[in-house]
């Protein structure tokens, strides 16, 4: 099944300048609404992608079913939002392949998973452009696997870690490389320099996500392609390390890291430009491609 946020016509002509999303199942007739079902019949409609996931483990049939019936709206008639809920926590690991840069030097791997967070508003969705900052030409892009969880959790098992994922999606770990050595923080969040979508594939369709290829093409032309299976740390090590630092909630993303290939890394760097189109694809997941643009600022 797949699982995303919409936006119809009404909700951008909504006042404000965040107009609202709705939460969506692909159909096979077109997009079924969620918001307000309650496909589990356990009293709480659903409000969020999280309620959706919980669902979509707790009671896959009974969601399934609700997409093989009348669809809300036509694909026409939406655009894709961010398959995240507004405010969800973003939880990275990072340096989790065995690659030379940005680290440089002798690659050693990590004793444990490297966390750092990306807050709202670093990332767009599917279609939309990502932004080159005034204040650097180093925009680099990272294809990433990214898990968003559907069962809570704490001190979770490695053992038992994949059955509290509730699906997957495509991420893009958009990084401003000089920015990157003033901190990790700085350098990953950005504004709009980062991308996920175009939306989350639940964990049912996904047997292994060791099995699973991560794929990066500027203009058409592959950068990046690697093995979930090269990770350093797989996925069901993440979740158990992170679950240690805090319980994990429904909706929850955690990115996994990306392999070599990235613009910094060829000699001399190949930095993303206005005007670039950026692929990011996980094959049995999806395509999450967006355009380039410079940032545009005010009275500037």
Same mark, same amino acid.
């Given at each position: 099944?797949?699982?995303?946020?919409?936006? *119809?016509?009404?909700?951008?002509?909504?006042?404000?300048?965040?107009?609202?999303?709705?939460?969506?199942?692909?159909?096979?007739?077109?997009?079924?609404?969620?918001?307000?079902?309650?496909?589990?019949?356990?009293?709480?409609?659903?409000?969020?992608?999280?309620?959706?996931?919980?669902?979509?483990?707790?009671?896959?049939?009974?969601?399934?079913?609700?997409?093989?019936?009348?669809?809300?709206?036509?694909?026409?008639?939406?655009?894709?939002?961010?398959?995240?809920?507004?405010?969800?926590?973003?939880?990275?690991?990072?340096?989790?392949?065995?690659?030379?840069?940005?680290?440089?030097?002798?690659?050693?791997?990590?004793?444990?998973?490297?966390?750092?967070?990306?807050?709202?508003? *670093?990332?767009?969705?599917?279609?939309?452009?990502?932004?080159?900052?005034?204040?650097?030409?180093?925009?680099?892009?990272?294809?990433?696997?990214?898990? #968003?969880?559907?069962?809570?959790?704490?001190?979770?098992?490695?053992?038992d870690a994949l059955e509290h994922v509730g699906?997957? *999606?495509?991420?893009?770990?958009?990084?401003?490389?000089?920015?990157?050595?003033?901190?990790?923080?700085?350098?990953?969040?950005?504004?709009?320099?980062?991308?996920?979508?175009?939306?989350?594939?639940?964990?049912?369709?996904?047997?292994?996500?060791?099995?699973?290829?991560?794929?990066?093409?500027?203009?058409?032309?592959?950068?990046?392609?690697?093995? #979930?299976?090269?990770?350093?740390?797989?996925?069901?090590?993440?979740?158990?390390?992170?679950?240690?630092?805090?319980?994990?909630?429904?909706?929850?993303?955690?990115?996994?890291?990306?392999?070599?290939?990235?613009?910094?890394?060829?000699?001399?760097?190949?930095?993303?430009?206005?005007?670039?189109?950026?692929?990011?694809?996980?094959?049995?997941?999806? #395509?999450?491609?967006?355009?380039?643009?410079?940032?545009? #600022?005010?009275?500037?």
């Amino acid at each position: 099944m797949r699982l995303f946020r919409f936006r *119809t016509g009404a909700d951008v002509h909504h006042h404000g300048d965040d107009p609202p999303t709705r939460i969506g199942l692909a159909g096979s007739a077109g997009v079924i609404e969620l918001g307000g079902r309650d496909p589990a019949g356990i009293g709480r409609p659903i409000a969020t992608l999280g309620h959706a996931l919980a669902d979509a483990l707790a009671a896959p049939a009974a969601l399934a079913e609700l997409g093989h019936g009348p669809a809300d709206h036509s694909w026409d008639d939406i655009g894709l939002a961010i398959p995240a809920d507004p405010g969800a926590r973003m939880l990275c690991a990072g340096a989790n392949y065995h690659k030379k840069y940005p680290l440089g030097g002798v690659v050693q791997a990590p004793p444990q998973p490297v966390y750092f967070n990306k807050p709202p508003g *670093t990332l767009v969705a599917d279609g939309e452009a990502l932004v080159r900052p005034v204040v650097s030409e180093q925009l680099d892009y990272e294809v990433e696997l990214a898990v #968003v969880i559907g069962r809570a959790g704490r001190h979770i098992s490695p053992d038992d870690a994949l059955e509290h994922v509730g699906g997957y *999606t495509v991420l893009n770990d958009g990084s401003v490389r000089n920015w990157q050595r003033h901190s990790v923080a700085a350098g990953k969040n950005f504004y709009r320099s980062g991308s996920m979508g175009p939306w989350i594939c639940t964990a049912d369709e996904i047997e292994d996500p060791a099995s699973l290829e991560v794929i990066c093409r500027v203009n058409g032309e592959e950068r990046q392609r690697a093995s #979930v299976g090269e990770m350093i740390f797989s996925v069901a090590e993440v979740i158990s390390y992170l679950s240690k630092v805090m319980p994990l909630e429904p909706g929850d993303i955690i990115a996994t890291g990306s392999p070599e290939g990235t613009g910094g890394s060829h000699d001399p760097p190949m930095w993303l430009i206005p005007g670039d189109r950026v692929e990011f694809e996980i094959p049995g997941i999806g #395509v999450l491609s967006n355009p380039v643009v410079d940032e545009t #600022v005010p009275g500037s």
